[in-house]
């Protein structure tokens, strides 16, 4: 049996003591980018489910975040264990798994981030340990406590079945994703209509009462501060794009075009 290495992932303490962490998602496919952000950010989602990014790219920016507190993580383009595989073997201390909405597609992506018996992980994370600066029986004494299952509740069968969802071991996060809830209900764009805002309530409501830590995304600081307040523990503040969008759009305030 291998003897227990430090952990190399400091989220699951930080939500185990309650206190927010503060993220964006990158789709742009650039390491200087990254390592940019990572100077401020607790971690940083990599998007191979939307953004124009491949495997190689990937690596080069979850290599971006070495020598930051930053932790990177990578959304998958299904919930698929081929697709988490590389990932983790690259270095990604997450894998975001989308479109969860039963306790069988939880218990899958479970299972796809943890070495047997805890699940189905297969062996060769040649790359891993080097963007760690551990050896590879460190890298794998601390894998399956390690790696981070998040999982997106932004379907309206997901918040019919969140109670049955919340109840699958070893999930660590849940993260809201209201873009997809409105579009699941054919109110695309219409994060502030009623009937989206019920169905994130509902999600919400649903992830506290496990007690498995929440995340989702704030749009205003105002907005940050009160999920935090009500428990939030994982906060995106943006997309890659939309912080250089409101940072060009801040430079030009007070200026006279």
């Known amino acids: 049996m291998l003897e227990a290495a430090k952990p190399l992932n400091r989220l699951k303490q930080a939500w185990r003591d309650k206190r927010p962490t503060f993220g964006a998602i990158a789709t742009i496919p650039s390491i200087q ?3 940019i952000m990572a100077q401020t950010l607790d971690w940083i989602i990599v998007d ?3 953004g124009p990014i491949d495997l190689s790219t990937a690596h080069g920016m979850i290599m971006a975040t070495a020598g930051t507190p930053c932790v990177p993580l990578v959304r998958i383009a299904a919930n698929e264990p081929h697709l988490a595989k590389a990932p983790m073997d690259i270095g990604a201390l997450g894998i975001n798994f989308p479109m969860i909405s039963n306790s069988n597609e939880a218990e899958k992506a479970v299972r796809s981030v943890r070495y047997p018996p805890r699940g189905e992980r297969l062996w060769g994370p ?9 050896s590879m029986t460190d890298y794998m004494s601390s894998a399956d406590d390690d790696m981070i299952c998040m999982i997106t509740i932004e379907h309206v069968e997901a918040v019919n079945r969140i109670d049955e969802i ?7 996060i849940a993260v809201i994703g209201p873009g997809d809830l409105a579009t699941s209900v054919n109110k695309r764009g219409q994060l502030d209509d009623p009937e989206v805002q019920d169905l994130i309530a509902r999600a919400e409501a649903g992830i506290l009462k496990s007690g498995v830590p929440i995340g989702g995304a704030a749009r205003t600081a105002e907005q940050a501060n009160a999920m935090t307040a009500r428990g939030y523990l994982a906060i995106a503040l943006g ?3 939309s912080l250089f ?5 801040a430079s030009f305030e007070g200026i006279k075009r």
Not at 126 to 134: D, E, G, L, S, T
């Open 33 to 35: 980018t990254v390592r």
């Open 48 to 50: 191979l489910e939307h």
């Open 126 to 134: 040649f790359h891993a340990p080097f963007r760690w600066n551990v």
């Open 166 to 172: 919340m109840a699958t071991p070893g999930i660590d």
């Open 239 to 241: 997309f890659d794009w």
């Open 245 to 249: 969008q409101r940072g060009i759009a």
